[in-house]
T-cell receptor
């Protein structure tokens, strides 16, 4: 299985600022996904990030708020922009092989607290 | 409509008891995949099992077992002789054959009391 790392593992940020979360994979993957898990809640898909194309956002998420980069097949970033306390969540990246047969593996997550 | 339903929000059991976590799913696809993940207090998601829609054989892995029944659209997870280290939130998830998106249930928080 692929090894996925995320930076930072946790952060406490002030309202109105932005945070960029990095996701690094030790092998080349076609599709990467970003999820949000609000406190006590399940996981919600934010967007799908394919290398070389614009990310595809799910309903309720927009690029201005959650810009994503995917510069190569092993790396992606998610930025949480103009943060508010409602953005306090765990943000997780995961990877897939392009078919739903994949065992979707998740990174360790980034715990974000917005004051 | 919720594609994955985990009706049990919280469960507490005493150590060594058996516990079953329920998962009911909804899909119109004939090809789909079901998953269970464990999320301990540290927050990472640990993959436990994947089952495709064409394989209804039950599976056992140590103290863990899974019962997949297409007739009732259920994919239940049983922990035998529970241990304190089993305390975590467990998520059931569905991936349909038409896409890559995973649909997660709301999770069941399991507490094993020593």
């Amino acid at each position: 299985s692929a090894v996925i790392s995320q930076k930072p593992s946790r952060d406490i940020c002030q309202r109105g600022t932005s945070l960029t979360i990095q996701c690094q994979v030790d092998s080349q993957v076609t599709m990467m996904f970003w999820y949000r898990q609000q406190p006590g809640q399940s996981l919600t898909l934010i967007a799908t990030a394919n290398q070389g194309s614009e990310a595809t956002y799910e309903s309720g998420f927009v690029i201005d708020k959650f810009p994503i980069s995917r510069p190569n097949l092993t790396f992606s970033t998610l930025t949480v922009s103009n943060m508010s306390p409602e953005d306090s969540s765990i943000y997780l990246c995961s990877l897939g092989s392009g078919s739903s047969y994949n065992e979707q593996f998740f990174g360790p997550g980034t715990r974000l607290t917005v004051l | 409509a919720q594609k994955v339903t985990q009706a049990q929000t919280e469960i507490s059991v005493v150590e060594k008891e058996d516990v079953t976590l329920d998962c009911v799913y909804e899909t119109r696809d004939t090809t789909y995949y079901l998953f269970w993940y464990k999320q301990p207090p540290s927050g990472e998601l640990v993959f436990l099992i994947r089952r495709n829609s064409f394989d209804e054989q039950n599976e056992i892995s140590g103290r863990y077992s899974w019962n997949f029944q297409k007739s009732t659209s259920s994919f239940n997870f049983t922990i035998t002789a529970s241990q304190v280290v089993d305390s975590a939130v467990y998520f059931c998830a569905l991936s349909e054959g038409t896409g890559n998106q995973f649909y997660f249930g709301t999770g069941t928080s399991l507490t094993v009391i020593p």
